[in-house]
């Protein structure tokens, strides 16, 4: 790519749009940070630990996040502050965990590069990479950043431990997936906007058996961060249907950069998050989402050779769009463009709505203790001002039983 190309697609206002909601959150971030601390130390202060913790990363962070365990009385951090500014401040911190994670994934890409030049233009090796280096990283980030920032346990983020629970899970979400892409296809296939091509089934199976693991650790890396740690924060905050728009918006720009993307593509990844969002919702856990999810990407490119958010692999199949109907299909982004696979998102969406209102245990409060800002010790009294507005407090204290 030239550096005018570079230029255009940075000045695409879908990219554009996803820095501006990156903006708002950091903003966001620093200001809870700020009126949170306010409540522990004096104004300077406070000011410094919220610009010093967001603004001076990654220098900064490990110092913050050191005195924060050895001082949570006093420092605050998202296991002392409110969940939405967790959230924010959980997401502004990772982008500073996914610019490191990248240096490896550079790394091996340069390496197999250095083998064989043509794996450097290939999509599947790359996301192959991808999938085994960066994703993995960002799943452990998160997990790290629940047990000792936020000091909750790791299964709190709806993954629970049970290899046959979780293999269940999985295998639900992944028949979901196959069965949302299977229709989408053949309704693509009977309006004539795509059709079969020849395809190198040797090829195919081998990009299966490659990518599966890529793949599904890429899906589980997106539904950890997303669905598993902000949406969660921005329930216990605003309820089911902020968090269910905040992480299927957020869902929809993170795929700003993926070659040809549009609004219209946007819009149906933002469908794709909410149905997401309302299968954990309903299961209460992350490994159902992870499977549709995994089903959904693994279907759509490796078996049946359509574009994955604008990237195409070698697949078991190939379905080409047609001349005349090919707009149905998405055109160079892939089905996730098309009008036809809103439709379906759209039928799944109001499946799993009713599934959700019906669901019983879905009309039984949170365990919103376990997830309450710890409390902070308020300080003992220094000064005469002090002293007073601590027997203030006393004397404004219920009676005892």
């Known amino acids: 790519m030239d550096p005018s190309e570079m230029l255009d697609e940075m000045a695409s206002p879908v990219l554009v749009a996803a820095a501006g909601l990156g903006g708002i959150i950091f903003i966001a971030s620093v200001a809870g940070i700020y009126f949170d601390a306010r409540r522990r130390v ?15 990363q990654p220098l900064g962070l490990p110092l913050y996040l050191w005195r924060a365990y050895r001082h949570p009385d006093r420092i605050p951090t998202p296991g002392t502050v409110m969940p939405w500014v967790r959230a924010a401040t959980f997401a502004t911190a990772s982008t500073w965990a996914m610019t490191l994670a990248l240096i490896p994934m550079a790394a091996i890409l340069f390496a197999v590069t250095q083998v064989d030049g043509a794996w450097g233009s290939s999509l599947c ?17 998160t997990y790290l950043f629940r047990a000792v920032v936020d000091r ?3 299964t709190s983020l709806g993954t629970p431990l049970s290899a046959g629970l979780a293999f269940g899970a999985n295998l639900l979400g992944l028949l979901a997936g196959v069965a949302l892409v299977a229709a ?11 059709e079969p091509r020849s395809a190198d089934l040797h090829a195919g199976l081998l990009s299966v058996l490659a990518l599966c693991v890529p793949l599904y650790l890429s899906a589980f890396f997106e539904e950890i961060v997303l669905r598993g740690y902000v949406q969660r924060n921005l329930y216990l905050a605003w309820g089911h249907t902020p968090a269910v728009a905040g992480s299927a918006l957020c869902f929809g720009l993170m795929h700003a950069m993926n070659p040809g993307i549009g609004w219209t593509a946007v819009a149906n990844i933002v469908l794709v998050g909410v149905l997401l969002s309302l299968t954990v919702i309903r299961t209460n856990n992350l490994w159902v989402a992870t499977g549709l999810h995994f089903g959904w990407n693994l279907t759509m490119g490796p078996v049946l ?3 994955v958010s604008g990237v195409s692999l070698d697949s078991v199949f190939r379905l080409q769009p047609t001349g005349s109907a090919g707009w149905l ?3 160079e982004f892939g089905p996730e463009a098309s009008p036809l696979v809103a439709a379906v998102l759209l039928v799944g969406i109001a499946i799993a709505c009713v599934a959700v209102s019906r669901g019983s245990r879905w009309h039984e409060p949170p365990d919103v203790e376990a997830e309450r800002p710890i409390a902070a010790p308020s300080p ?3 000064g005469v001002g002090d002293v007073a507005g601590y027997a203030n407090r006393l004397t404004s204290l219920p009676p005892e039983e």
């Open 42 to 56: 004096a104004k300077g202060e406070a000011l410094v630990w919220a610009l010093g913790n967001l603004m001076a």
């Open 152 to 154: 909750r346990p790791a």
């Open 125 to 141: 090796v790359l996301m192959g990479i991808q999938g085994v280096t960066f994703a993995p990283l960002m799943i452990a980030w």
């Open 184 to 194: 989408a296809a053949g309704a693509m296939w009977a309006l004539g906007a795509v």
């Open 329 to 331: 299909a998405g055109g």
């Open 305 to 307: 050779g359509l574009p």
């Open 380 to 382: 003992e009294p220094t």
